[in-house]
């Protein structure tokens, strides 16, 4: 009989320790282990080699003989949730979907098994939290075509795994990977232990027979995908469906992927009948802007190969404390303090004594340098009390001495501006060159932070 040990684990990490520990040596947090009971087993015996359903093994092969599909991506329905993959679906792939509890994560995969069932593709969604009859109901809202797709809601991984091998489905979708157990894992469900066998034994079943596999994950109190890191890293694409509970725009970005691009972004509206697509996200960002309101400047954001007029709204106050507050949303709080300091030396702004809050309106999140120059326009333009031009936008990277540096794109960048009605925008002096300006819209160069400023607020 095997030897039984006690051992402690830690839910955030996956550290072992053989005895409890409040703080996690690896990880740092605190009160994250949870006792487990681990078997020795005798590995001379067991086999971890990977096999398909018919039984194959792999074996060393040159890479220059290895066959495949050049076109080998299938689409959904979807543009948005094609963009963020980079183009589609890649048969075999792994995807981790995360996101805070009912902000549509289930919605978003039945509606893609759907739109793949159309398409003749044989689908099997898992649900270890729903019953068959609920996900029913919710298919019918949804307006879903169930003729290929089969639900079995099942939370044992043996039994999926032979469902899987019978069924031999295109795709599956696992919801969610924290419900579902491995009777050979001796521990509870959704622990470190439980969450990583399950991935190996979801992986496996992609790499070798080639079905994709869908996976919804929980996440933390942080937004963090909960279950340890090696969930993230085994995986081939991660996912994260984000948005505010009160309004009804979502958004899927994704933060890992082997077969794309990670700056991509999909913009959906939840609706009573689904999750909608949002073509043009740069109309939703603007159209309840303000026209002659202070602190309000329109930039021109690259998000992966899509172009957004985003509007950054910023307010600055006079302090009432001894040290001045710098919050802000969808902005890197550290950027935003970089620039107040280059607008109060370089433009001679006193905001040591103020108060600023900044976010970017919509709830998307804003990370190239191109936005410092609309950042900066919005800060001074509710310091100074003086609105911005509302058809005016503002495209450029401030380096620490004052200057407006170049950045990438930047035809793409106007044009996008043009066909949302702009007749104005301020871009770097150095990035004049080597494009043609489209007819309908004036473009200024300018090479300082204080020369923008001068023609923002003039």
Known sequence: MAKVKIQFVCKECGYISPKYLGHCPNCGHWNTFEEQTAQKENVSLKSNRRMDFNGKQAKPELISKVAYEKDHRFKTDSDEFNRV????????????????P?????TLLLQISGQLGKKEQTILYVSGEESASQIKIRAERLGVDG??????????MGAIRNAIDELKPDAVVVDSVQTISEPEVDSSIGSVSQVRAITANLMSIAKTNGITIFVVGHVTKGGAIAGPKTLEHMVDTVLYFEGDMHHSYRILRAVKNRFGSTDELGIFDMQESGLQEVANPSEVFLEERL??????????SIEGTRPILVEIQALITPSVFGNAQRTSTGIDRNRVAVLMAVLEKRSGLMLQNQDAFLKAAGGVKLNEPAIDLAVAIGIASSYRNIGTNPSECYIGEIGLTGEIRRVTRIEQRVTEAKKL??????????????????????????????????????
């Open 85 to 100: 993959l980079g183009g589609g679906v890649v048969p075999g792939s792994l995807i981790l979907i995360g996101g805070d």
């Open 102 to 106: 009912g902000i549509g994560k289930s």
């Open 147 to 156: 003729s290929n797709l089969y639900l079995y809601p099942e939370t044992d």
């Open 291 to 300: 026209k002659d309101a202070t602190g309000s400047a329109i930039v021109v």
């Open 421 to 458: 009605g702009f007749k104005r925008v301020l871009v770097p002096k150095h990035n004049l060159k080597g494009w043609t300006v489209p007819n309908g819209i004036e473009v200024i160069g300018v090479s300082t932070l204080t020369e923008a400023i001068k023609i923002a607020l003039r």
